[in-house]
């Protein structure tokens, strides 16, 4: 592993529990997220209010790569993670962040780019 | 190190650099502002900055960034971006050297690059940087700017507060993405196989392993993609690095090869389409469950998060059952059926008793009728269902439905038609080469065209207009079909599928035909629609009915089915009695149209299938103008009326009556009704001419016969001539001196020698070139066929005249004679019997006896001149009608051509003169088979025959 960072949470299923941060893309389980939030959003406060997660994650995504070396990889980096930590992603969501956590993103100064629409 | 320089970094790879220039740009132009006036040094400023971007080494830069905002992750640090620090920042000139130092940085190794950063921090680089920034831009004195650090800062900050959203949003455009491709220092993308089903998992569980290993594993990334079964994409740069990470994997197959994905074809792995479908409101649905399966409903709200949607849809509602299960009462389990859709009537529930709750929704306002937890309004019922249970996904309503959708607030939502709906529903290969179009959104609007080829998603197409290119290529998605009123089209697809008609009016996207069978108007999509000139119903059959039959109405008039339509079954039919007309019926399962009218005046009408009394089947003959028989499937011409010149096979006939069928006809069906007198049918002579034909043939052969008719032209041949001769022997013989030609042959007792009818017997109706029309004694059913389908049944007369019974007794003492004394004996015999039995038989019942002797005559082979030939033909005669026939080709022809013949084999060929030497011999030596005897006789009248025939 290239990066000093620490790796993300890793999935602990690959079934319908998993969902995937709208604005980082990280796939975790719906209890993953409850418990520890997304580690690349911390500003989304899912563990503080379980709210959060429904409303920051989807189980509606497609593909998923396990980005060991996020530095050092092209697929990564072709995805635009390549600034996020180690971790399980998934390749595309299919929603847009809701307006309100937008605009979070916007005062946390953190880039949020909304799903291309096919 | 500036943290401005960090926020930047978390924008794309790719954007980031945008960022900076456009930073560094405003930067500039405060500066400029400032000091008022330095615009040369801008403008060379930022050239120098465009061609750092596109330095090489522009990914290293990158990934130099990445480092260092991984470590700003590890960090954790969320705050580190709040406001507080960007307080905190070095100066705006700070960034331009830390830019400038990247750019320097180009040879710099990533780890090295990295440990830079990270050591750095910032302190000390800006010195090295500024001088060299000097250097680089000379014309920007540093000084002056940073007096203004602190006004300037604010300035950008309140320029990006107020614009970095839209910057955020703005989508990464494809041209960034292109920097980003990757190349051959980028690690490669391997396909590993994995077991089915467990991609996901093993690409999680590669991750588990290195994070459990460390730096071991020299693998970057692993990818599963959820439309690829059966392997996986690992990242690395080499092979052996993916082996390793592949070792003691429980789903990878690592024995099996490992493949490299090009370079090339690297993106198309990641690209993957959202498989998400873009629900959005006015999305026209299908339900995928419950009652509402298949139903149509509007997507009226999205919750993309909670994967729901709101739908409206028209109730399927058993107010009765609903009734009784709120007031308590039993409600029958099993659910038998599913209540039609109908919009709630609230006052119709409430004369039930059942209780409507007006609710206003908070979320938005709109009041609704709440009837046991069901959300109505304006009839519509609204559901919120998971995503799951409804199909977004080729979604074609039909316009029907549409219209349902519509009627409760009549002035409606004018999206009935939604273009975006019409759009997804499109099929590939819509649009084809000589299609009209027209251009339906941009700024072509309403330009119209023709296709001239079809690629992916594009329409090449010509243009109308002048002064355009001779080819556009249009987006698919921006093109409709186009009609012009007086096409005449086909319905391809929807409810009216397979209708024809004439385009009415179009509208936008939508056409209203006039419907070919009922007249109706339709309204579909020009999607739908293709131009043809095929003039359809679809169905061709209803009840006992089917399409161009000729039906007898109620009302005693008649005509033909000319459509049949699923919903409207049209007869063309016509005709008042007396009045001749074409008769066009249309039928319509439940109601359909008769077209009355005379042959003029075709009418066309409506008729409900009760009012078909029955088909007619009849085979009805009709006389044209020159007296030709008229019989179905002949060509006649129309002479006169306003389908005169037309011409075409008579599909009916009925009273006088002829419906012809045109297929260049364009209305009725083809059908065109006319009176049998103002036709000719095409081809035939004129009537004597015609019956001349036959007695020509007659009249060469026999020359010394008296025909009535006067030679015709001479015959061409074709028909054998004995079978012309047994034909006219059996007409002269029964109607001899009467009518002449083949209407002398009218009414000859026939048998059918083959075919289905084989045996049958019958009577010449009508002899029309080579083809007799018969009808069947037994079953009163005409056939038609060719000469030498049928025997001259002569005896066929005979049971009819009455000839027959007393022949018979004669005949069947006749054998025993026959066989012993066959040789001398028969022939006196037979010829005694015969003689004057055929005089008895015809002459009683026939004025033409008396030509007929001179006729014999006549004949140097008769009866007196060859007493010895005559023992053979008579039993010929005497057995089978046709034999005279067979005398005429086999026995009279030689007779007259040969006298010797007739002398010499007298004795020994008494039964068949030319026919069958061998067999005769052989049955004359044998006197002792009687067994074999009768049927020399009879075996010799058939072999007379077969010739006839």
Not at chain 2, 515 to 523: C, G, Y
Not at chain 2, 695 to 715: D, I, T
Request: aromatic residues 6%.
């Amino acid at each position: 592993m290239g990066s000093a960072a620490p790796p993300a949470q890793i999935p602990t299923s690959f079934g319908h529990e998993l969902r995937a941060c709208l604005r980082c893309r990280l796939v975790k389980t719906y209890d993953q997220f409850r418990e520890s939030g997304c580690e690349n959003c911390p500003f989304f406060k899912m563990d503080e209010d379980h709210e959060h997660v429904v409303d920051c994650t989807t189980p509606n995504f497609t593909g998923i790569i396990s980005v060991m070396d996020p530095s050092r990889s092209w697929a990564a980096r072709w995805l635009r993670i390549g600034k996020f930590v180690p971790g399980c992603y998934t390749l595309a969501v299919s929603e847009a962040l809701p307006e309100d956590l937008q605009n979070l993103c916007q005062d946390e100064r953190v880039m949020y780019i909304p799903p291309k629409r096919v | 190190m500036s943290h401005r320089r960090r926020d930047m970094d978390d924008l794309g790879p790719g954007e980031e650099e945008d960022e900076d220039y456009i930073d560094e740009e405003e930067d500039e132009e405060e500066a400029d502002a400032v000091r008022s006036g330095k615009a040369g040094g801008r403008k060379r400023q930022r050239s120098e900055f465009i061609d750092d971007s596109a330095a090489e080494d522009s990914e290293e830069e990158e990934e130099d960034d990445d480092d260092e905002d991984d470590e700003d992750y590890g960090g954790g640090g969320g705050g580190r971006r709040g406001g507080g620090h960007r307080k905190k920042k070095k100066t705006a000139s700070q960034f331009f050297d830390e830019e400038a130092q990247v750019d320097s940085d180009e040879d710099e190794d990533e780890e090295q690059g990295e440990d830079d950063f990270i050591v750095d921090g910032g302190a000390d680089l800006p010195d090295e940087e500024d001088a060299r920034r000097m250097h680089r831009r000379p014309l920007l004195p540093r000084e002056e700017d940073q007096e203004d650090v602190e006004e300037l800062e604010r300035t950008i900050q309140q320029r990006y507060a107020r614009s970095s959203h839209t910057e955020y949003d703005e989508e990464t455009t494809d041209v960034e993405q292109q920097a980003l491709l990757p190349s051959v220092r980028d690690p490669k993308l391997w396909m590993v196989k994995c077991a089915i089903g467990h991609e996901r998992e093993v690409a999680v569980c590669l991750m588990q392993k290195c994070i459990d290993k460390g730096t071991e594993l020299n693998i970057r990334s692993a990818i599963a993609l959820d439309h690829l079964k059966n392997y996986i994409y690992i990242e690395a740069d080499k092979e052996a690095h993916v082996r390793e990470a592949c070792k003691g994997m429980r789903n990878i197959y690592a024995s099996s090869k490992i493949l490299i994905v090009p370079i090339k074809e690297m993106t198309d792995v990641l690209s993957v389409e959202s498989k998400a479908i873009d629900l959005s409101r006015d999305t026209w649905i299908r339900m995928k469950t419950g009652n509402y399966k298949g139903d149509l409903a509007k997507v009226v709200d999205v919750d993309n998060v909670r994967q729901r949607v709101t739908v409206k849809l028209i109730p399927r509602i058993d107010l009765q059952a609903l009734a009784n299960k709120l007031e308590g009462r039993e409600v029958p389990k099993k659910k038998t059926f599913n209540p039609p859709p109908r919009f709630m009537n609230v006052d119709e529930a409430r004369e039930m008793h059942i209780r409507v709750e007006r609710r206003r929704d908070q979320m938005t306002g709109d009041y609704f009728e709440n009837i046991n937890g069901m959300m109505f309004k304006d009839g519509f019922l609204y559901k919120n269902v998971s995503m799951k249970s409804i199909s977004a996904q080729n979604i074609q309503p039909s316009f029907d439905e549409l219209e349902k959708f519509r009627q409760p607030n009549e002035n409606g939502d004018g999206d009935v038609a939604s273009l975006s709906t019409l759009f997804a529903n499109r099929k590939k290969g819509h649009f084809m080469k000589g299609d009209r179009v027209i251009i339906v959104k941009g700024d072509l609007k309403n330009l119209k065209g023709t296709v001239e080829k079809v690629e992916e998603d594009t329409v090449h197409i010509k243009p109308k207009a002048r002064g355009l290119p001779s080819t556009l290529a249009v987006s698919e998605k921006e093109l409709c079909k186009y009609f012009e009123p007086g096409n005449h089209v086909k319905v391809v697809s929807g409810a009216t599928e397979g209708a024809t008609g004439m385009v009415l009016t179009v509208e936008g996207h939508l056409v209203n035909i006039v419907s070919d069978t009922t007249k109706e108007v339709l309204r579909v999509f020009s999607d739908n629609v293709v131009e043809s000139s095929e003039v359809t119903s679809g169905i061709t059959r209803i009840g006992d009915y089917e399409l161009h039959d000729l039906v007898l109405l109620d009302n005693m008039s008649f005509g033909v089915i000319i459509r049949v339509e699923s919903e409207a079954f049209q007869v063309i039919s016509i005709i008042q009695l007396a009045r001749s007309a074409r008769v066009d019926v249309d039928c319509i399962p439940e109601f359909s149209f008769v077209l009355k009218g005379v042959p003029d005046r075709p009418e066309v009408a409506l008729v409900r299938l009760r009012e078909i009394k029955c088909k007619i089947e009849k085979k009805i003959f009709a006389q044209d103008r020159v007296k030709n028989t008229i019989a179905v499937k002949d060509v006649v011409k129309i002479l006169e009326g306003s389908c005169k010149g037309k011409q075409g096979p008579v599909e009916h006939i009925y009273r006088g009556i002829l419906f012809i069928y045109d297929r260049h006809h364009l209305e009725h069906a083809g059908f065109i009704c006319a009176k049998s007198q103002a036709c000719v049918v095409v081809g035939a002579r004129a009537n004597g001419d015609r019956n001349g034909h036959l007695v020509s043939r007659f009249s060469q052969l026999k020359s010394p016969a008296r025909v009535p008719q006067p030679p015709g032209k001479p015959h061409g041949g074709g028909l054998p001539i004995s079978v012309i001769n047994a034909l006219f022997a059996a007409a002269s013989g029964r109607n001899w001196g009467g009518r002449g030609g083949h209407d002398a042959l009218i009414g000859t007792p026939i048998k059918v020698r083959m075919g289905p009818y084989k045996g049958y017997k019958g009577r010449v109706v009508d002899v029309k070139g080579q083809t007799v029309r018969v009808e069947m004694d037994a079953s009163m059913k005409v056939v038609t066929g060719k000469f030498e389908a049928f025997l001259c049944a002569r005896d066929s007369s005979r049971y009819g005249s009455g000839s027959e019974t007393p022949m018979h007794p004669s005949r069947t003492p006749l054998h025993p004679y026959m066989t012993p004394m066959r040789d001398p004996g028969a022939t006196p015999i037979h010829d005694g019997m015969r003689t004057p039995m055929r005089d008895r038989a015809w002459n009683p019942y026939t004025p033409m006896s008396p030509p007929r002797d001179p006729w014999e005559d006549a004949n140097p082979a008769s009866w007196g001149s060859s007493p010895q030939y005559q023992p053979g033909s008579p039993p010929s005669r005497t057995y089978d009608a046709p034999t005279p026939g067979g005398n005429y080709s086999e026995a009279g022809t030689p007779r007259d051509s040969s006298p010797a013949y007739v002398n010499a084999p007298s004795p020994y060929l008494p039964s068949t003169p030319g026919g069958q030497p061998p067999m005769t011999p052989s049955s004359a030596y044998l006197p002792g088979t009687p067994g074999g005897q009768p049927m020399t006789p009879g075996s010799g009248g058939l072999d007379i025959m077969s010739p006839v025939v």
